[in-house]
């Protein structure tokens, strides 16, 4: 029978058609993807091309054979620009902020055709540290309200640069959709007097069907109400309301977890677009004990059509706990190598 279940965090509601249920395999990409050369002369990514961008804000230094492992550049096309001051004006109806905030983004390798699921875990950590370092400077702008760090992997995500990379947008305003998040988080802190998100971590660990991996620090899993097939999240197990948070062992520790999750969509779907965010805590609401901070992996295997515009539920066709068993399964170190085609 077809289930509607509702997202105990967002109270989104999302249909799981499973009378159209597919099974997991049923979602592996067939498609060619083009042979990619690790370097490309007309890359602005690419080593001995770093004057294409503009000035450095941020370089990982790196063994003797490379240049650098890790690069941030404010974004040539940028969303926003950093020499303003945000100015709000109200007119009757209009409401406007002058266009202030950061875009920044990380080149996440020098070698054009390297991707995220096959690096070595400490270089993936490098990355982590990179977003953290960006992250905490721009907390500390009294101009900034909200941080999303994000990456759109594959062109059904998004990505107009073949180079790897990842972006980070500050902004002047926190979005109605965080704020309501937060709203939802803040009231469930008071009528039970805990984070919800620990909560459901708690609850989900026990239940342990839609549990993916469970690491030292870290909890994988595919959401009881995922909104699309293959959604993953990963939650920190210790209470943490920013990313800013983190610690040092624990930022290893989610490398090795993000890159074997990469790695497991990667393997076992044939190298899927996918975009990840990192969801946390607005920089005036660090420390909070209501709100938990965690990365969210979209694999984009579904489109969204009208139903989802019109009612703002999704249609989620694989079974949150069928996903999650098949991720489980996929052995993340398989062929070690990339997928035919890619
Ligand atoms: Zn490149
Ligand atoms: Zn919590």
Redesign the pocket.
């Known amino acids: 029978m077809p289930e509607l279940r509702q997202n105990f965090a967002t109270k989104e509601w999302v249909v799981i058609a499973t009378e159209r249920a597919r099974r997991p395999e049923q979602m592996v990409q067939h498609r060619e993807r083009k042979v990619i050369a690790p370097?490309?002369s007309s890359?602005p990514?690419?080593p001995g091309n770093e004057g294409l961008t503009p000035p450095e804000l941020l370089r990982v230094p790196a063994s003797p054979d490379a240049p650098w492992h890790v690069r941030v550049v404010p974004n040539k096309f940028a969303a926003l620009s950093r020499d303003v001051q945000p100015t709000r004006t109200v007119h009757r109806s209009r409401r406007t902020v002058n266009g202030f905030g950061a875009h920044d983004v990380i080149i996440e390798t020098p070698d054009?055709s390297q991707i995220l699921a096959l690096m070595p875990d400490s270089y993936v950590a490098e990355i982590l540290r990179v977003y953290k370092t960006r992250y905490d400077e721009l907390s500390l702008d009294p101009r900034v309200a909200h941080i999303t760090i994000f990456k759109n992997h594959g062109p059904d995500a998004g990505t107009s640069l073949?180079?790897p990379h990842s972006q980070l947008v500050a902004t002047p305003v926190i979005s109605h959709q965080v704020r309501e998040r937060f709203q939802h988080a803040m009231r469930h802190y008071d009528d039970y007097g805990e984070c919800m998100f620990c909560q459901m971590i708690e609850e989900e660990l026990q239940d342990e069907s839609r549990i993916v991996m469970v690491s030292e620090h870290f909890v994988a899993m595919e959401l009881y109400a995922s909104p699309a097939p293959f959604c993953t999240h990963i939650y920190p197990r210790r209470h943490m309301a920013s990313f800013g948070d983190v610690g040092a062992a624990e930022i290893n520790d989610l490398s090795r977890v993000l890159r074997t999750l990469l790695a497991k969509l990667y393997h076992g779907l044939a190298d899927p677009d996918f975009n990840f965010t990192i969801r946390s805590a607005p920089a005036e609401n660090v420390g909070v004990k209501y709100f938990h901070w965690y990365l969210s992996i979209i694999p984009r295997l579904t489109r969204v059509a009208g139903f989802e515009l019109g009612s703002g539920m999704f249609i989620n066709t694989v079974l949150p706990e069928a996903a999650a068993e098949f991720l489980r399964k996929v052995d993340a170190e398989a062929a070690g190598t990339a997928v035919a085609g890619s």
Do not use: A, G, I, R
Request: hydrophobic share 40%.
């Open positions: 370097f490309v890359c990514f690419c054009h073949e180079h």
